[in-house]
């Protein structure tokens, strides 16, 4: 036990990101982390899932799920600045975890973000390819269908081009899109005023009631557990809600895998991580109140709402501006996602526990080109042969356990570590990392039950993989046990 828990110091971690074969090039500002931030959370949660959770579990009360998924980002958020200011190293929650809980929760939670950020990123790629065919339909163009998603295939290939060149080409290419999206969602918001119809938001939290969107499978774990009727709407249908739009705001955790690009990373990255946070929540809320009001929850779009929308006020030209925002904003969040798989595989594979050999930087461009090479093609075969559909709540669930372990490790790090240097250092520890963890508890149970038999299903299949090889190929578990840079927990 003691073998498989034994934790890689902070000085270790840094020290590993000085070897010249593995060392990254440092590119990025505060603002090209905060641009990064928005460029992955403004996407599919904005353009996509605000309809089908406003007709399926919400009502216009949609607006009051997103404040609560962003107060548990929120809570998360300030951990994940405090770590990230005092290990500056690539990897996010997989690192963090490797300081404090030891090398088998490390990998647990490395597994679970490869979950999160490749099916994620294949998920965003096939809301791309829907905008996109749209968009050319509109324009007369009809794509043949050969039963693969093509497009989707096509936009990954693309990212992946521009990450292997390097990380400040990939930080420019995201700022011009951002700029372009977040025009139209300030397009969305202002121009929306004028067609709200007040009725609409009465009633704002609809009487709870039963639908097909929550029977059997589908039913929330919490209202089985405690064998509740399954319902939508009401109360209990905003919690239900936010553990789904939850998935709107990922992305300011991957802020944190780019740690070793960073120009001065103690200061830039809490700034990257906590202002993109607040960015897209504010932006979020407003698009929420606005499409909610324009038309009522139950004819919203589950495909296009922001674009349909408008569409159905009389407004055809801002839905065609919109479908090129969401084309512009998907992208974005399509190479980020990947950018952060990389930057995790990267750490995983530098300490051993997948290929060491895969961990190499390309000596022209400074990237992880391989691993790049690698995340590329899974993610292109993933969003050439799956729907957007669930995968949204699986993709939720795998973050959520993140975050209940980096804000747990905040609580040991301070306690075992208390002379570590601390750029940024959360308030209110341990109170706020413990309303933390039982705030990302508490959505996870909001889940389907569909999404936890998946996620174990992965846990298992991670954990086999660990003791086949990781764990034989473990560079930590290399270290001489009286070495001061490895620690027994």
């Known amino acids: 036990?003691?073998?498989?828990?034994?934790?890689?110091?902070?000085?270790?971690?840094?020290?590993?990101?000085?070897?010249?074969?593995?060392?990254?090039?440092?590119?990025?500002?505060?603002?090209?982390?905060t641009v990064f931030g928005i460029g992955v959370i403004v996407g599919t949660g904005i353009f996509v899932l605000t309809g089908r959770v406003a007709r399926e579990t919400a009502g216009p009360a949609v607006a009051l799920s997103f404040v609560v998924a962003a107060i548990v980002c929120?809570?998360?958020?300030?951990?994940?600045?405090?770590?990230?200011?005092?290990?500056?190293?690539?990897?996010?929650?997989?690192?963090?975890?490797?300081?404090?809980?030891?090398?088998?929760?490390?990998w647990i939670i490395g597994w679970d973000l490869m979950l999160e950020m490749a099916l994620a990123g294949a998920v965003v790629a096939v809301g791309w390819s829907g905008y996109f065919t749209s968009l050319l339909s509109t324009a007369g163009i009809v794509l043949p269908d050969v039963g693969v998603n093509y497009p989707a295939m096509l936009i990954v290939a693309i990212l992946t081009g521009i990450l292997v060149a390097g990380i400040k080409l990939s930080s420019r290419v995201n700022l011009a899109i951002v700029v372009i999206?977040?025009?139209?969602?300030?397009?969305?918001?202002?121009?929306?005023?004028?067609?709200?119809?007040?009725?609409?938001?009465?009633?704002?939290i609809p009487p709870p009631r039963g639908t097909p969107a929550v029977e059997g499978m589908r039913a929330p774990l919490i209202q089985v557990l405690f064998d509740i009727t399954p319902v939508a709407y009401g109360y209990i249908g905003i919690f239900s809600a936010a553990a789904i739009v939850f998935f709107a705001f990922i992305g300011f955790d991957i802020v944190a895998t780019a740690a070793e690009e960073t120009i001065e990373p103690q200061r830039d990255l809490p700034r990257g991580i906590i202002g993109s946070l607040a960015i897209c929540t504010l932006l979020y809320v407003a698009v929420s109140l606005?499409?909610?009001?324009?038309?009522?929850?139950?004819?919203?779009?589950?495909?296009?709402?922001?674009?349909?929308?408008?569409?159905?006020?009389?407004?055809?030209?801002?839905?065609?501006?919109?479908?090129?925002?969401?084309?512009?904003?998907?992208?974005?969040?399509?190479?980020?996602?990947?950018?952060?798989?990389?930057?995790?595989?990267f750490a995983m594979c530098r300490d051993g526990l997948l290929p060491r050999r895969l961990a190499k930087v390309h000596p022209r461009f400074g990237t992880p080109a391989t691993i790049t090479l690698i995340v590329g093609f899974a993610t292109m075969i993933?969003?050439?042969?799956?729907?957007?559909?669930?995968?949204?709540?699986?993709?939720?669930?795998?973050?959520?356990?993140?975050?209940?372990?980096?804000?747990?490790?905040?609580?040991?790090?301070?306690?075992?570590?208390?002379d570590l240097p601390r750029a940024f250092r959360a308030p209110l520890v341990?109170?706020?990392?413990?309303?933390?963890?039982?705030?990302?508890?508490?959505?996870?149970?909001?889940?389907?039950?569909?999404?936890?038999?998946?996620?174990?299903?992965?846990?298992?299949?991670?954990?086999?993989?660990?003791?086949?090889?990781?764990?034989?190929?473990?560079?930590?578990?290399?270290?001489?046990?009286?070495?001061?840079?490895?620690?027994?927990?």
């Not at 929120?74 to 030891?102: D, H, K, N, Q, R």
Request: proline share 5%.
């Open 74 to 106: 929120g809570l998360a958020a300030l951990c994940y600045a405090e770590f990230a200011s005092t290990i500056p190293v690539a990897g996010s929650a997989y690192t963090f975890s490797f300081a404090t809980l030891g090398e088998f929760p490390a």
């Open 1 to 33: 036990m003691a073998q498989i828990l034994r934790t890689k110091s902070v000085e270790q971690s840094i020290q590993d990101t000085e070897a010249p074969e593995h060392r990254l090039r440092r590119r990025l500002s505060a603002v090209d982390l």
């Open 382 to 418: 993933l969003s050439g042969f799956i729907s957007l559909g669930e995968l949204a709540e699986l993709v939720n669930i795998g973050t959520l356990f993140a975050f209940v372990v980096v804000s747990a490790g905040v609580v040991i790090l301070r306690r075992t570590r208390p």
């Open 181 to 204: 999206k977040v025009t139209v969602i300030l397009l969305v918001i202002i121009a929306g005023l004028f067609f709200i119809r007040v009725a609409n938001y009465s009633p704002f």
């Open 290 to 345: 606005v499409v909610v009001g324009m038309q009522p929850y139950s004819q919203l779009s589950q495909d296009a709402p922001l674009a349909d929308a408008f569409t159905a006020v009389g407004q055809p030209w801002i839905a065609g501006l919109i479908s090129i925002g969401a084309i512009a904003g998907l992208t974005t969040v399509v190479m980020i996602l990947m950018l952060g798989q990389t930057r995790v595989l």
């Open 430 to 489: 341990p109170w706020l990392p413990l309303a933390s963890v039982l705030a990302c508890l508490y959505l996870m149970l909001n889940l389907p039950v569909a999404t936890w038999w998946r996620f174990l299903l992965w846990m298992v299949v991670g954990v086999l993989i660990y003791f086949l090889y990781g764990f034989r190929h473990s560079t930590v578990r290399g270290f001489r046990a009286d070495s001061p840079k490895i620690q027994d927990s």
